[in-house]
């Protein structure tokens, strides 16, 4: 393989190699990040973080960028990406507090949704349940 050349490997495997060095020209590899965090990505992100599909990016899209930015100083990555989780997680609240929104227009927001949202809105959507059955009870008795 000729020096320069790029190939995607897992993670682990470019971490591995672009930490160890075998002779005194350095590493074998170096890291570049993901397109899932992309420049692109994170401009979408910032125009309005609900309308890109994050499941597309990386299922586990908030675990990658974690990783991530501990092998990276991305101190804007991290405003973007903190913003968009605090505006996500409120459109994830409002469609699992909302019996329908789940079936209408939001079904494209919930489809997009990372594993790590997709657990959020689990432990959402069930809270609203129990609520609703508890102010149901309430009221028989």
């Known amino acids: ?6 190939v995607d ?5 470019g ?8 002779s005194s020209t350095g590493a074998l590899v ?3 990040l993901p397109s899932a ?16 599909d994050l499941r597309a990016q990386a299922p586990h899209f908030y675990a990658l960028a974690s990783r991530m930015l501990e092998l990276f100083e991305e101190e804007e990555m991290v405003d ?4 968009t989780f605090k505006k996500r997680s409120a459109e994830i609240a409002d469609q699992a507090y909302n019996p329908r929104g789940a079936l ?7 489809r997009g949704l990372d594993e790590a949202e997709r657990q959020l809105f689990k432990a959402a959507h069930e809270s609203a349940k129990s609520t609703r059955t508890w102010i149901a009870d309430m009221k028989k008795h």
């Open 80 to 83: 973007v990406l903190t913003e």
């Open 15 to 22: 971490e591995m190699l672009a930490v160890s060095q075998p």
């Open 37 to 52: 965090l992309s420049q692109l990505v994170m401009n979408a992100l910032k125009a309005d973080p609900k309308t890109v």
């Open 30 to 32: 170096t890291l570049d």
């Open 9 to 13: 490997l897992p993670l682990w495997l």
């Open 104 to 110: 209408g227009e939001g079904a494209d927001f919930l």
């Open 1 to 6: 393989m000729k020096k320069g050349t790029k």
